[in-house]
C-alpha cells in the first residue's frame, strides 16, 4: 500500500541553526515527492518537488531536499532556520505531478529565539 | 496572486444545517479538483475527486451522499456537509490539479465548527 511517513510529529530548534525533517515513502512506482507547508488555519504552500533527475532538488524559502531510492526517503533541509519557518510541514506522495495526493503525518516545527 | 479562492474561510452553524464551502481556480480551467479533510494536529486525507461534467470519484470510507460535492464549471467545485453535526467539524481543503504537468495549488481552506 501506498504510505507516507513523517517519523517526527514535533521538532523544535534554535533560529539559525540548521534543520532536516525526515520522510519515508512506501510506493510500487517512481513517485512524484513534494514537500508542502501550512502556516496555522491557512492552506498549504509548495516548497518543493521531486520526480527525476538531480537528486539534491532546491526549492523556496532557502530549503532542500535530497531523494535517495536505496532508503526510501525525501528529507527536507535547510541550513539555517528563520523564526518565520516555524510552521506544519507535509510531505506528499503522487503518482502524477498534478493529481491526488498522499500526505504525511505532518512535523511541526518550533523555532527556539 | 491566489491561483484558487475557497470560500467560506470559517463557518459556525447548528447541528443539522447544511452548509456549502466553494473552491475556484482562478487561473486556468479545470477539469479535476480535489476536498480533503484535516482534523487538528493531524495530516489532510483526500475525501474526493471532483470531475468537471461528472462524478465525483469518492475515497474508502467517505460518504459520498453525506458530502456532496458538485463540479458543474471549468473553474468551480462546490462541497456541501449536508445535515452537518459535530464530528463534521474539520477544516476542508480544496486544490486544483495542475495545468500541463504542474503541481496541485491548494485554496487556504475552511473552518467548520458544527455546534
Known amino acids: 500500500a501506498q504510505s507516507v511517513t513523517q517519523p517526527d510529529i514535533h521538532i523544535t530548534v534554535s533560529e539559525g541553526a540548521s534543520l532536516e525533517l525526515r520522510c519515508n515513502y512506501s510506493y510500487g512506482a517512481t513517485p512524484y515527492l513534494f514537500w508542502y507547508v501550512q502556516s496555522p488555519g491557512q492552506g498549504l504552500q509548495l516548497l518543493l518537488k521531486y520526480f527525476s533527475g538531480d537528486t539534491l532538488v532546491q526549492g523556496i524559502k532557502g530549503f532542500e531536499a535530497e531523494f535517495k531510492r536505496s532508503q526510501s526517503s525525501f528529507n527536507l533541509r535547510k541550513p539555517s532556520v528563520h523564526w518565520s519557518d516555524a510552521a506544519e510541514y507535509f510531505c506528499a506522495v503522487g503518482e502524477t505531478e498534478g493529481g491526488k495526493l498522499i500526505f504525511g503525518q505532518g512535523t511541526e516545527l518550533s523555532v527556539k529565539p | 496572486g491566489a491561483v484558487v479562492s475557497q470560500h467560506p474561510s470559517r463557518v459556525i452553524c447548528k447541528s443539522g444545517t447544511s452548509v456549502k464551502i466553494e473552491c475556484r481556480s482562478l487561473d486556468f480551467q479545470a477539469t479535476t479538483m480535489f476536498w480533503y479533510r484535516q482534523f487538528p494536529k493531524q495530516s489532510l486525507m483526500l475525501m474526493a475527486t471532483s470531475n468537471e461534467g461528472s462524478k465525483a470519484t469518492y475515497e474508502q470510507g467517505v460518504e459520498k451522499d453525506k458530502f456532496l460535492i458538485n463540479h458543474a464549471s471549468l473553474t468551480l467545485s462546490t462541497l456541501t456537509v449536508t445535515s452537518a453535526h459535530p464530528e463534521d467539524s474539520s477544516f476542508y481543503i480544496c486544490?486544483?490539479?495542475?495545468?500541463?504537468?504542474?503541481?496541485?495549488?491548494f485554496g487556504d481552506g475552511t473552518r467548520l465548527s458544527i455546534l
Open positions: 486544490s486544483v490539479q495542475g495545468f500541463s504537468n504542474q503541481p496541485q495549488h
